[in-house]
């Protein structure tokens, strides 16, 4: 929901919504400094996890392994924020995401397509 929440407010600029900015707005400038790639890359993101979602509701194996991936590449992006901007509030992430994978990859058994 965030992602496809950021997407349009990249898109729609000056829309009432944008008070949503004053709750990150280190990440309102850094994806306002990317331009349209911003507006590619929450586009993306947004239509990734709207389709793993309908993989897991629908309990197919493409949906599970397309969270597990998806929740992987935000592991990653969490540690390598941690590390290389010093920001220790992402570590929050970590266990988060570790616990949905593990979760996931437990209840494997339960997606059949």
């Given at each position: 929901m965030m992602s496809g929440l950021a997407f349009v407010l990249l898109t729609f600029l000056g829309i009432?919504?944008?008070?949503?900015?004053?709750?990150?707005?280190?990440?309102?400038?850094?994806?306002?400094?990317?331009?349209?790639?911003?507006?590619?890359?929450?586009?993306?993101?947004?239509?990734?996890?709207?389709?793993a979602a309908l993989g897991l509701w629908r309990c197919a194996r493409w949906g599970l392994w397309m969270a597990v991936v998806i929740l992987a590449i935000n592991l990653m992006g969490d540690a390598g924020n941690a590390i290389f901007t010093g920001d220790l509030r992402a570590l929050i992430g970590l266990p988060v995401a570790g616990l949905m994978i593990w979760y996931l990859v437990r209840s494997r058994g339960i997606f059949v397509r």
């Amino acid at each position: 929901m965030m992602s496809g929440l950021a997407f349009v407010l990249l898109t729609f600029l000056g829309i009432r919504f944008d008070i949503a900015w004053r709750l990150n707005p280190h990440a309102h400038e850094t994806l306002s400094a990317l331009g349209w790639r911003a507006q590619l890359l929450m586009g993306a993101t947004s239509l990734a996890c709207a389709t793993a979602a309908l993989g897991l509701w629908r309990c197919a194996r493409w949906g599970l392994w397309m969270a597990v991936v998806i929740l992987a590449i935000n592991l990653m992006g969490d540690a390598g924020n941690a590390i290389f901007t010093g920001d220790l509030r992402a570590l929050i992430g970590l266990p988060v995401a570790g616990l949905m994978i593990w979760y996931l990859v437990r209840s494997r058994g339960i997606f059949v397509r």
